[in-house]
Each structure stands twice: as C-alpha cells, then as structure tokens.
C-alpha cells in the first residue's frame, strides 16, 4: 500500500498513473484508488447541509467523503477478494451508481492511494478562531463549519490513516500555486469530458478557499508525517527525494 498526498493540481493522480503503468510493465498486478472517489452524494451533502452548516453542502474537505466505505474497499483489495470500486462523477458532482462501478476480482501486489490531505491532523481548536480567508469571514463567522471539518479530520479519517503505512508527499512551494493549478486541472477536466457543464475561473476561485484552512495545515506537518518527501516548484517540476 503506498499512499500520495499534495496539493490540489500537484500531480497526484498523474504519478498515481504512472507508477501502476511501471508496475504493470514489471509483472506487478497494481491498481490505483483516489479518495475523490468516496465523496459524499450530492444529497447526502445537501442534507449535511442543512443539518449542521450550508458549507458541507461543497465536496472536498474532510467530513464530505465516506470513510467506511474507503476503509472497506481497502481491507478488500488487501485480501485479494473481488471488489467493486466506486466512481464519483465530479462535473455531475454525484457518485455513479454500483451497477457502473468496476471490478477488480484478481489479487493485486500495489495499491497506490492518493488525496490531498491524507495523514493531516486536526488543528488545536484555538487555532480556528481566526478565519484564514473571506470564506470562513463571511459565510462561517461563527466557526461551526470549520470546527466540524477539523473534528472529522480528527475522529473519523484515522482508521483510513491507519490502512495507509507508506505516504509520498508531493510538497507544493505554498496555498498560493493552488489556484493556478486548480484551474488547470478543470481545463483539463472541461477538454476530457466536452460539452459537460463544468466551473469556470471564479468558480474554481472560490472553491479552493474551501481548501485553504486544512491545506495550510498540510503544508506545516506534512513534511514530519511522510515517509517520503518530493518538493515542487511552481511549474511542479520535482526536486529532490527526501526520506524521513
């Protein structure tokens, strides 16, 4: 099991490609698994929502995703039993339904998990008084929705931790390059799937807002956390490798 985290736009699910091609090429059954696929439906969100904070509502950070089923597919694959892998469509902002779920039925040697915040701890509540930008300012004034987020990234996301021994860190050089890199992942995204409905600049604008808080967080503990450490410059050309 190895795991990549970084950034949005950093690189992720390309080198996640990468490896399980090189794998393949070597006689080694690998299979790559992306936490994007264990969002939270639209209505499971909307529902979150109204219930606890209208911000829950956007897919994406810790609380959005649905953690047992992460958990379960792994243990499966681990095993070597057949495993349907679930697909969240991101333009459709749903998950698609089983019966299009794929399956993976032989043993496979290398799963390679990736997500932008694995292995992040949680904030000191202190820390979260303070808004980090005009989205918690504005539209969470009170704190609820970020208090929540950082309760789920600590009580609810440690059992997937715990499944992933071995984390690879693509370190960005700051929360800054995201929102370029963001918005050439939805380019891309836009030219893969054309005539789909997808964000535009503004849109992708203030949806990595809703990433700043848990990115910077990353950003700080990351680099102690990793087995593995690979810096980025802004053009997300790597540097060296650095082990723990």
Not at 5 to 26: E, H, M, P, Y
Not at 178 to 204: C, F, I, K, S, Y
Not at 212 to 240: F, K, N, W, Y
């Amino acid at each position: 099991m190895l795991a990549i985290t970084g950034l949005q736009g950093s690189g992720k699910s390309t080198l996640a490609a990468q490896i399980v091609d090189a794998a393949g090429r070597a006689g080694v059954p690998a299979l790559a698994v992306s936490i994007d696929d264990f969002y939270l439906g639209r209505r499971q969100r909307l529902a979150l929502g109204r219930a606890v904070h209208p911000l829950l509502a956007t897919r994406g950070p810790p609380g959005t995703h649905e953690v047992a089923l992460a958990c379960e597919v792994l243990d499966a694959l681990a095993a070597g039993a057949p495993v349907r892998l679930p697909r969240f469509d991101k333009i459709a902002d749903r998950r698609l339904p089983p019966s299009r779920w794929p399956v993976v039925r032989g043993p496979v040697r290398l799963i390679v998990f990736e997500g932008w915040f694995l292995k992040v701890p949680a904030e000191p509540s202190a820390d979260l008084r303070a808004p980090v930008n005009a989205l918690e300012r504005n539209e969470d004034s009170q704190g609820l929705w970020r208090r929540y987020v950082n309760e789920s990234l600590a009580r609810d996301y440690a059992p997937l931790w715990r499944r992933l021994p071995r984390l690879l860190l693509l370190q960005a050089p700051g929360f800054e390059v995201v929102r370029h890199w963001r918005w050439q992942q939805e380019r891309t995204l836009q030219a893969t799937n054309p005539g789909r409905r997808a964000m535009d600049r503004a849109q992708v604008e203030r949806f990595v807002l809703f990433f700043e808080r848990v990115s910077r967080q990353a950003l700080r503990t990351l680099p102690t956390i990793a087995d593995a450490t690979v810096a980025l410059d802004r053009r997300r050309r790597p540097g060296a490798l650095h082990w723990a």
